[in-house]
Nanobody, 125 residues
Framework: QVQLVESGGGLVQAGGSLRLSCAAS????????MGWFRQAPGKEREFVAA????????YYADSVKGRFTVSRDNAKNTVYLQMNSLKPEDTAVYYC??????????????????WGQGTQVTVSS
């Protein structure tokens, strides 16, 4: 079992930066691929970024590539999402998520077994 708690959301002006953190409990974190999804009002939840359990590979949605960076610190049971050059269209609730152990990353929300409660990111123009 993995429990996830996000933090770091808030209100920022366009062009600004935020760093989201996701603290995980459970002994399997270091063997779990992690992902970030977001959901804006009236829209479906969408993939943002993912990182393999080793941290050796990362994947991004085209809309955030070059602006967002996903990373993890397995010693701290934490995954991060550094968000730079934020745009109003990045406004959403951001969710941290984990796959079951040793499974690869995925672009699909249905493939992730564990979810955090979400943190609001609001980018003003």
């Amino acid at each position: 079992q993995v429990q996830l708690v996000e933090s770091g959301g808030g209100l920022v002006q366009a062009g600004g930066s935020l760093r989201l953190s996701c603290a995980a409990s459970g002994r399997t974190f270091s063997r779990s691929a992690m992902g970030w999804f977001r959901q804006a009002p009236g829209k479906e939840r969408e993939f943002v970024a993912a990182i393999t359990w080793s941290g050796g590979s990362t994947y991004y949605a085209d809309s955030v590539k070059g602006r967002f960076t996903v990373s993890r610190d397995n010693a701290k049971n934490t995954v991060y999402l550094q968000m730079n050059s934020l745009k109003p269209e990045d406004t959403a609730v951001y969710y941290c998520t984990a796959r079951s152990t040793y499974l690869s990353t995925s672009y699909y929300a249905r493939d992730y077994a564990y979810w955090g409660q979400g943190t609001q990111v609001t980018v003003s123009s």
